[in-house]
């Protein structure tokens, strides 16, 4: 669009980008929303156009309006809890697939440590998603009902369930660690317990493959525009951030001898998560969501979660012969795993307060439609 | 379509999909924005009514004469204020234009009043939009008096009447925003411990004794509309109690009220009506009469939100008459229930974790030495 005859001389557009910084604000001058604190400490994306301290830009990039700069959704009110059992459920996860494999195949220490792993991790996951409650004396409230339309009620229950079988297999293995009496009710306890390891360590990697991928879900089911939208790439990220955080923990506990399996594991992993990342960045590109998962603290904590990603599988190819760099791999890639899941929360939650977000891939979808001719699911109705 | 599907997304009875057998008439608001003034009578009603603490310290937004801020834990109702200049006003009037000539639907049978169009001409702005007939000055009489000024050309409504006035160089936008109890609700899909409930009016309620915190509705809004209440909340009791404090807080469209055959608060309370309340088939028609009156005398601007039952909640308990594109008044412009795409999201979500079972597979049984 040409307004003035010196647009002539302006430098031609960057094609197929389309960024916009910035909002036309509901009032001529929009004014910072200082009561809520929603910019603390820097400088908000909405005064740069207004609040008296600098001269506002001549043409404003109008692309959409707003009601003065305010978010249209809310984020969830969820603090560095929620990811960081993203991680650690995730490497509970894993560890019970390594620990069922380690048990099949025969190799003790592996399976020992990775159950011991799962167990832990199981139990601060609990403990961590109790706190991040509300009202955590109420956490027993998750399980009044079964609600397939609820993510975090279907992923309570999976974690119980995996939970369940933790405990049996991690009882399993305390049996077999501490010396117990053949006789008596403590010896029947232990003969039960070893019974049902081999029942118990299936139904834990069964259970792990859910528990793995069902936080995906749990984050999608939001209209948090970054999780919404990456619907299709994000549980392919957390299987493989899963399987690589997972094994990067045995590479650390386990010696090298036993933890061929878990390199491979990691590897697979490795591969697969920076696919699913690369996806996942091009597809939000497309709708023009990406700036949340490239810049701010988001975007530099899964920035450097891919160089830790890429060092630890690089590292872990080397592994098999060093004890020093599988330790180093596996701090790598557990490491790596961490700052994805708090890269992809924080990106989300940035999403989630910049009516950009909400506004602009929605009034787009609308004139995609509207220009296909589709205006009979329009929430906007006249006559 | 069957139960199962009809539960995620399109148009459905929300209260029978909720078990409710003989339920009566789903329950709404039509909030008619164009006949607000801006008292914020709804939201000191909501907040005497319901009992709510302050949101925090007494603080000036500078966003006009919007000190709220937002729909939010305390704050059920929000009066929303925009200072629109003339370019304004006139792009929103194109904007409506643009819906009509788009053919938007058409939500039930038309309206088509006969009385309506033999009150019409002339048709144009005054200083506001004109209020429904019984309920102020007829803008007929008001127009009348100018119509020996009548000589430029000024446009004309949809209908082709010539307009007689100018746009005015300012005007105010207010409207009361509110709880929309969405058909689809995403803040009841995704509720784990069953506090939010579909009420036999249709509407969508929290139980606060039952709600353990967990914030998953709050993400799950498509408006932004309910929040868990936080200790910086105020009280305003003498005792310096605050109520469920950690627990999701939002609009229960007076549940309680409406048990004793009453009306919300802020409805009974509303000096203009602007805020209406009744039987949501009636509240979805009485807003396409006043829409296509609107349009009648010249508003083109003026559309309906949250009419449609085929939008991306199933359509919303809470219709709004605006004046303006939704995101000028902070509504979503196109708000899509995120549940409708959970049976894609778990398919996904088994297809990586069959994935991760079948990496595991290989790491332990492909390179066996």
């Known amino acids: 669009m040409t307004t003035s005859p010196f647009d002539s001389y302006r430098p031609p557009e960057e094609g197929g980008r389309r960024r916009r910084s910035g909002v036309r604000g509901a009032v001529t001058g929009a004014v910072s929303d200082a009561s809520r604190g929603m910019a603390k400490g820097r400088t908000s994306w909405l005064s740069r156009d207004g609040g008296g301290r600098r001269e506002a830009p001549a043409v404003p990039d109008a692309e959409f309006s707003s009601y003065y700069g305010r978010a249209i959704i809310k ?51 609990g403990a961590l998603l109790v706190a991040d409650l509300g009202r955590p004396e109420r956490f027993l409230n998750m399980m009044r009902t079964v609600k397939l339309t609820s993510p975090m009620s279907v992923g309570t229950w999976i974690l119980s369930g995996y939970a369940a079988f933790a405990g049996a297999t991690t009882a399993s293995e305390a ?47 939001t209209v948090t525009p970054v999780w919404l939208e990456s619907r299709r790439e994000l549980p392919f990220v957390f299987v493989g951030s899963a399987a690589l955080a997972s094994a990067g923990v045995q590479l650390v506990l386990t010696p090298i001898d036993q933890t061929g399996p ?71 890639l557990a490491g790596a795993s961490a700052l994805t899941r708090f890269g992809i929360v924080e990106a989300g939650i940035e999403s989630a307060t910049d009516p950009k977000y909400t506004v602009g891939p929605q009034k787009r979808r609308l004139e995609e439609r509207r220009d296909r001719g589709q205006v009979h699911d329009s929430v906007v109705t006249v006559r | ?120 001409v002339p048709a144009g702005y005054g200083t506001l939009p004109a209020p429904p007939e019984d309920h102020g000055p007829s803008l007929g009489e008001l127009l009348s008096q100018k119509e020996s000024a009548e000589n430029g050309d000024l446009g004309t409504t949809l209908e082709g009447t010539p307009m007689v006035g100018p746009l005015p160089e300012f005007r105010w936008l207010m409207a009361s925003d509110v709880c ?80 004793h055959d009453q009306e919300p608060a802020c409805a009974q309370t509303c000096p203009t009506t602007s805020i209406r309340f009744g039987a949501r088939d009636d509240m979805v028609a009485a807003a396409q009469d006043r829409v296509a009156q609107l349009h009648e005398q010249g508003f083109t601007e003026a559309r309906l939100y949250g009419a449609n039952d085929d939008d991306g909640v199933g359509g919303t308990g809470s219709v709004f008459l605006l004046l303006d594109e939704p995101e000028v008044y902070g509504l979503p412009p196109d708000p899509v229930c995120a549940t409708s795409k959970l049976p894609e999201m778990f398919r996904t979500a088994g297809v990586a974790g069959l994935g991760l079972l079948a990496a595991g597979a290989v790491a332990f049984l492909g390179g066996r030495r």
């Not at chain 1, 190799?107 to 991790?121: I, Q, V």
């Not at chain 2, 009875?13 to 801006?38: L, Q, V």
């Not at chain 2, 009841?188 to 606060?208: I, K």
């Open chain 1, 175 to 221: 049996a077999r660690m501490v010396p117990l009496p053949e006789r008596g009710p403590v010896g029947a306890l232990a003969r039960l317990v070893q019974a049902v390891d081999t029942p118990a360590s299936v139904g834990q990697a069964l259970f792990a493959a859910p528990l793995a991928a069902y936080t995906s879900v749990l984050l999608s089911d």
């Open chain 1, 75 to 125: 984020p969830v009110p969820w603090k560095h809890e929620i990811p960081a059992y993203l991680f650690v459920g995730g490497v509970a996860a894993g560890s019970g697939i390594i620990a069922a494999g380690a048990a099949v195949t025969g190799r003790e220490l592996l399976r020992r440590n990775s159950r011991l792993t799962a167990m832990t991790g199981v139990a601060v996951s």
């Open chain 1, 262 to 332: 878990a390199r491979r594991f990691a590897l697979i992993g490795v591969v697969t998560e920076l696919i699913a990342m690369h996806r996942l960045e091009e597809h939000l590109t497309e709708l023009d969501l990406d700036e949340p998962v490239r810049t701010g603290a988001g975007g530099s904590k899964l920035r450097l979660a891919r160089a830790l990603t890429v060092a630890g599988g690089l590292g872990t190819l080397l592994a098999g012969r060093s004890r020093v760099a599988a330790v180093a791999s596996g701090l790598a």
């Open chain 2, 1 to 120: 379509m069957g139960y199962l599907a009809r539960q995620l997304a399109g148009r459905t009875d929300p209260a029978r999909d909720a078990g409710w057998e003989e339920p009566p008439s789903r329950k709404g608001f039509f909030t008619d924005t164009s006949i607000c003034i801006g008292c914020k009578a709804c939201e000191v009603a909501c907040k005497e009514w319901n009992a709510l603490p302050m949101d925090g310290d007494l603080d000036l937004t500078g966003n006009s004469y919007d000190n709220t801020g937002g729909l939010g834990a305390s704050t059920w109702r929000h009066v929303a204020f925009v200072e629109q200049s003339q370019e304004r006003i006139s792009a929103a009037r194109e904007s409506g234009r643009r819906l009509v000539d788009l053919g938007m639907p058409t939500v039930g049978s038309p309206p088509a009043s006969p009385e309506a169009s033999s009150r019409g």
């Open chain 2, 180 to 259: 929309k109890h969405c058909t689809h609700a995403g803040c009841l899909d995704v509720c784990p411990t069953g506090a939010l409930f579909r009420s036999e009016q249709g509407t969508v309620v929290v139980q606060a004794d039952v709600c353990n915190g967990c914030g998953y509705c709050v993400g799950a809004c498509p408006f932004g509309v309910i929040e868990r209440r936080t200790d910086s909340s105020v009280s305003v009791t003498g005792d310096g109690h605050v109520p469920n404090v950690g627990v999701a807080q939002k609009c229960t469209l007076c549940y309680d009220r409406l048990s």
